[in-house]
């Protein structure tokens, strides 16, 4: 069975004081209306659909996240996946797999695909060294997404990870912002395995 791993994004701060200072100004959406769908369910429900079995787990306090408490969450999920599997990380979640895999060796997988990642963040212990060789072994194949229109991770940021990882394949947008809408940033079409 194919696997596909997927890390959500989150919020990190460097003190309380940040993050009170975020919590007060934050807008939420309408509890009226209906919540808007993200890329995420569609590439979920057609990989379903096809037999892949998916792994979402949902990171501790992603509001406030801390690098350290994602690691122990996440690796609770290791027994779990196997060789050959498919990693997927948007935003922080993006900045958490490249990091980790940084640090970690796993195993053999096939593919990582980094959707809006930063790389500057510095913040809850999320921060990424320049050697990115322990990666690059772990998968077949990298790529890395991000839009020039993105308001939240700056497009400068997956630049610098293009250069770092060489490897890496960049899918560059115009229009997709943080793609926080329902259209995915074609990551399934690249899912050759």
Same mark, same amino acid.
């Given at each position: 069975?194919? +696997?596909?791993?997927?890390?959500? @994004? @989150?919020?990190?701060?460097?003190?309380?004081?940040?993050?009170?200072?975020?919590?007060?100004?934050?807008?939420? &959406? &309408?509890?009226?209306?209906?919540?808007?769908?993200?890329?995420?369910? !569609?590439?979920?429900?057609?990989?379903?659909?096809? %037999?892949?079995?998916? /792994?979402?787990?949902?990171?501790?306090?992603?509001?406030?996240?801390?690098?350290?408490?994602?690691?122990?969450?996440?690796?609770?999920?290791?027994?779990?996946?196997?060789? %050959?599997?498919?990693?997927? %990380?948007?935003?922080? @979640?993006?900045?958490?797999?490249? *990091?980790?895999? *940084?640090?970690?060796?796993? @195993?053999?997988?096939? +593919?990582?695909?980094?959707?809006?990642?930063?790389?500057?963040?510095?913040? %809850?212990?999320?921060?990424? !060294?320049?050697?990115?060789?322990?990666?690059?072994?772990?998968?077949?194949?990298?790529? /890395?997404?991000?839009? !020039?229109? &993105?308001?939240?991770?700056?497009?400068?940021?997956?630049?610098?990870?293009?250069?770092?990882?060489?490897?890496?394949?960049?899918?560059?947008? +115009?229009?997709?912002?943080?793609?926080?809408?329902?259209?995915?940033?074609?990551?399934?079409?690249?899912?050759?395995?």
């Amino acid at each position: 069975m194919k +696997q596909l791993i997927f890390i959500h @994004g @989150g919020e990190a701060f460097n003190s309380d004081k940040e993050y009170l200072a975020w919590l007060k100004s934050y807008k939420i &959406d &309408d509890p009226a209306e209906a919540p808007p769908k993200k890329w995420r369910s !569609k590439l979920f429900d057609d990989l379903v659909d096809e %037999g892949w079995q998916i /792994i979402a787990p949902t990171m501790p306090c992603y509001k406030n996240a801390k690098y350290e408490h994602w690691v122990i969450w996440f690796e609770k999920y290791l027994p779990y996946i196997k060789d %050959g599997a498919v990693f997927v %990380g948007h935003s922080l @979640g993006a900045s958490f797999l490249s *990091q980790y895999f *940084q640090e970690k060796e796993l @195993g053999k997988f096939a +593919q990582l695909h980094l959707v809006a990642p930063a790389y500057k963040i510095n913040a %809850g212990g999320f921060t990424h !060294k320049e050697d990115f060789s322990k990666l690059e072994k772990q998968f077949e194949e990298i790529f /890395i997404y991000h839009s !020039k229109d &993105d308001t939240v991770v700056p497009f400068s940021d997956s630049e610098k990870l293009h250069m770092l990882i060489k490897k890496s394949k960049f899918i560059k947008f +115009q229009d997709r912002n943080h793609f926080f809408d329902e259209r995915s940033p074609e990551i399934e079409k690249r899912l050759n395995i």
